[in-house]
């Protein structure tokens, strides 16, 4: 994690303290919502008993169906989504077995073309809730468990895979009742930090990805990031500039990638932030851009327009895949003095270019390296988010592990729904 401002500034002895103290909270499991700690030393505690279990289940899925339909909203399908966006081929996905999302939102004309798509492929389903009463996915499960039953008769339980609460919610009455496949959300792990639980490993294994390395690559950040060490530690210094900024205006903040495939990381960043730090009216508020394409949009306002935002640089040093720019005969596009240059080169120099510019237009900017677009440097990156988060919320006095402002627009709905008992 780099900064463009000066780091020692920051790190003043009572920040250390604060920091120090929040530290030793965190790993005591004390303070506030210390009982949703469970995903900090999670892959420690992972058997491999349990992810075998789940590679079975995930090629038992592979077998019986060439569509796994993953039912859930936010925590409960936004890892399984970032992981699978940034991990599969921008065409072709998956021609053999494809990974969809339903109940993230409420379109009749999504669900219905859903239908229609599956209609001549065999499908499974799997339906992911941890209170296991959410109405967006409860009700795309009402339309796709029919759908399942019409289809397959009897057959249907053995392709619906429930992932809910061990112990309570309408779901699990209901997979125990029609004998469905059941896994397990811990219950000492909220939805947006549920990615290397069932929750984000099952429709990734499913989708073909490495899990183990994955969680081999969330393990190895799990270990380093532990060290109290306020220069070094990323997620600390994430935390600390972040803070700072935040106490000097800046309420904002942009994370920006060159990498399209990341739009999904930033989709599930945006959901770990914005709901674990937006309360008591306090927080920074996360936006998301691809560049080089909202340098065509959203770049004239972050040059430009208010003065309330930091941007933070999420960099894939090295790719897999890249072209290189050649020579043309007649330079008719005056392109030429770009040859040799390879298109991930030029992201580099993009990534410098814009953010000078960025930075002289008063955008204060904080620079973070993954190595590689491989799962065990995004097990890695996606545990430091979720750590850092966790310091950047206990720094501004909140409980980072609940969303009690997402009751209120509920409560709305449901009696304006007439909902028994709103
Ligand atoms: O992060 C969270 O806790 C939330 O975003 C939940 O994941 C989301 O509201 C879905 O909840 P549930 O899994 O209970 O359906």
Same mark, same amino acid.
């Given at each position: 994690?780099?900064?463009?401002?000066?780091?020692?500034?920051?790190?003043?002895?009572?920040?250390?303290?604060?920091?120090?103290?929040?530290?030793?909270?965190?790993?005591?499991?004390?303070?506030?919502?210390?009982?949703?700690?469970?995903?900090?030393?999670?892959?420690?505690?992972?058997?491999?008993?349990?992810?075998?279990?789940?590679?079975?289940?995930?090629?038992?899925?592979?077998?019986?169906?060439?569509?796994?339909?993953?039912?859930?909203?936010?925590?409960?399908?936004?890892?399984?989504?970032?992981?699978?966006?940034?991990?599969?081929?921008?065409?072709?996905?998956?021609?053999?077995?494809?990974?969809?999302?339903?109940?993230?939102?409420?379109?009749?004309?999504?669900?219905? @073309?859903?239908?229609?798509?599956?209609?001549?492929?065999?499908?499974?389903?799997?339906?992911?809730?941890?209170?296991?009463?959410?109405? %967006?996915?409860?009700?795309?499960?009402?339309?796709?468990?029919?759908?399942?039953?019409?289809?397959?008769?009897?057959?249907?339980?053995?392709?619906?895979?429930?992932?809910?609460?061990?112990?309570?919610?309408?779901?699990?009455?209901?997979?125990?009742?029609?004998?469905?496949?059941?896994?397990?959300?811990?219950?000492?792990?909220?939805?947006?930090?549920?990615?290397?639980?069932?929750?984000?490993?099952?429709?990734?294994?499913?989708?073909?990805?490495?899990?183990?390395?994955?969680?081999?690559?969330?393990?190895?950040?799990?270990?380093?990031?532990?060290?109290?060490?306020?220069?070094?530690?990323?997620?600390?210094?994430?935390?600390?500039?972040?803070?700072?900024?935040? %106490?000097?205006?800046?309420?904002?903040?942009?994370?920006?990638?060159?990498?399209?495939?990341?739009?999904?990381?930033?989709?599930?960043?945006? @959901?770990?932030?914005?709901?674990?730090?937006?309360?008591?009216?306090?927080?920074?508020?996360?936006?998301?851009?691809?560049?080089?394409?909202?340098?065509?949009?959203?770049? @004239?306002?972050?040059?430009?327009?208010?003065?309330?935002?930091?941007?933070?640089?999420?960099?894939?040093?090295?790719?897999?895949?890249?072209?290189?720019?050649?020579?043309?005969?007649?330079?008719?596009?005056?392109?030429?003095?770009?040859?040799?240059?390879?298109?991930?080169?030029?992201?580099?120099?993009?990534?410098?270019?814009?953010? %000078?510019?960025?930075?002289?237009?008063?955008?204060?900017?904080?620079?973070?390296?993954?190595?590689?677009?491989?799962?065990?440097?995004?097990?890695?990156?996606?545990?430091?988010?979720?750590?850092?988060?966790?310091?950047?919320?206990?720094?501004?006095?909140?409980?980072?592990?609940? @969303?009690?402002?997402?009751?209120?627009?509920?409560?709305?709905?449901?009696?304006?729904?007439?909902?028994?008992?709103?």
């Amino acid at each position: 994690v780099t900064y463009s401002g000066d780091y020692a500034d920051i790190i003043t002895q009572g920040k250390e303290a604060e920091l120090r103290h929040i530290h030793e909270n965190l790993y005591a499991k004390k303070g506030q919502g210390s009982d949703f700690l469970g995903w900090l030393d999670w892959t420690s505690g992972l058997s491999e008993d349990f992810l075998n279990q789940l590679k079975t289940a995930a090629e038992r899925i592979r077998k019986q169906a060439d569509v796994l339909i993953v039912i859930g909203i936010g925590g409960s399908y936004l890892g399984a989504k970032a992981v699978i966006e940034a991990l599969q081929p921008h065409f072709e996905k998956n021609p053999e077995f494809e990974v969809l999302f339903a109940g993230h939102q409420v379109s009749g004309s999504y669900l219905k @073309q859903l239908m229609n798509y599956i209609e001549d492929k065999e499908v499974a389903l799997n339906v992911i809730s941890k209170s296991g009463t959410t109405t %967006e996915p409860a009700l795309a499960f009402r339309f796709l468990q029919k759908y399942m039953e019409d289809r397959y008769g009897n057959e249907a339980a053995s392709r619906i895979y429930v992932t809910t609460d061990a112990e309570k919610g309408a779901l699990l009455s209901l997979a125990k009742e029609k004998g469905y496949n059941r896994f397990v959300v811990p219950s000492d792990i909220g939805g947006r930090y549920s990615v290397f639980t069932s929750v984000g490993l099952l429709p990734i294994a499913a989708a073909g990805f490495d899990t183990e390395q994955l969680v081999n690559g969330a393990h190895a950040a799990e270990k380093e990031l532990q060290a109290f060490d306020v220069h070094d530690n990323p997620a600390i210094r994430y935390a600390a500039v972040r803070h700072d900024l935040y %106490e000097k205006g800046y309420t904002n903040e942009v994370l920006a990638t060159f990498e399209p495939k990341l739009s999904f990381v930033q989709e599930w960043w945006k @959901q770990l932030f914005g709901e674990s730090e937006g309360k008591d009216h306090k927080g920074i508020f996360p936006i998301s851009v691809v560049y080089t394409t909202d340098l065509h949009s959203l770049g @004239q306002y972050i040059q430009d327009g208010k003065r309330n935002l930091l941007e933070s640089f999420l960099v894939v040093d090295e790719v897999d895949e890249d072209l290189t720019v050649f020579e043309a005969e007649n330079d008719a596009d005056q392109l030429n003095y770009l040859a040799g240059t390879s298109l991930h080169d030029f992201n580099l120099v993009a990534y410098k270019g814009v953010s %000078e510019a960025h930075l002289s237009g008063g955008v204060s900017q904080i620079g973070i390296h993954m190595k590689k677009l491989d799962e065990y440097h995004l097990g890695y990156l996606l545990y430091f988010y979720m750590l850092s988060c966790a310091y950047s919320a206990y720094l501004l006095d909140i409980n980072p592990f609940n @969303q009690p402002g997402v009751e209120d627009y509920k409560t709305a709905i449901f009696r304006l729904l007439k909902k028994p008992g709103y």
